[in-house]
Nanobody
Framework: QVQLVESGGGLVQPGGSLKLSCAASGSIFVINAMGWYRQAPGKQRELVAVIISGGSTNYGDSVKGRFTISRDNTKNTVYLQMSSLKPEDTAVYYC?????????WGQGTQVTVSS
């Protein structure tokens, strides 16, 4: 089994920054990809960013240029640096990881952007 533990959510003012972390642990042989989705109330879950094993990244259109995903392979951890945050970025952010060809999800962390 693999566990994903997220941290770093919270309340931030518009224009501010926040950094999320997600650490994978357990029976890990290979991590093919890690990333983040988010879900706002009444909306579908959407891709925020993903980074694959080779280092390539992909971002949702709404966060391009504002969010940066990175990964520390030695710690099996993925990070999401969020800048220039907007109220519409308010959502529960879920870490996901493709580990040993299986998809795992974290429990989610709340990010609220409000003045």
């Amino acid at each position: 089994q693999v566990q994903l533990v997220e941290s770093g959510g919270g309340l931030v003012q518009p224009g501010g920054s926040l950094k999320l972390s997600c650490a994978a642990s357990g029976s890990i042989f290979v991590i093919n990809a890690m990333g983040w989705y988010r879900q706002a109330p009444g909306k579908q879950r959407e891709l925020v960013a993903v980074i694959i094993s080779g280092g390539s990244t992909n971002y949702g259109d709404s966060v391009k240029g504002r969010f940066t995903i990175s990964r520390d392979n030695t710690k099996n951890t993925v990070y999401l640096q969020m800048s220039s945050l907007k109220p519409e970025d308010t959502a529960v952010y879920y870490c996901h990881a493709l580990v040993n060809t299986r998809l795992y999800w974290g429990q989610g962390t709340q990010v609220t952007v409000s003045s």
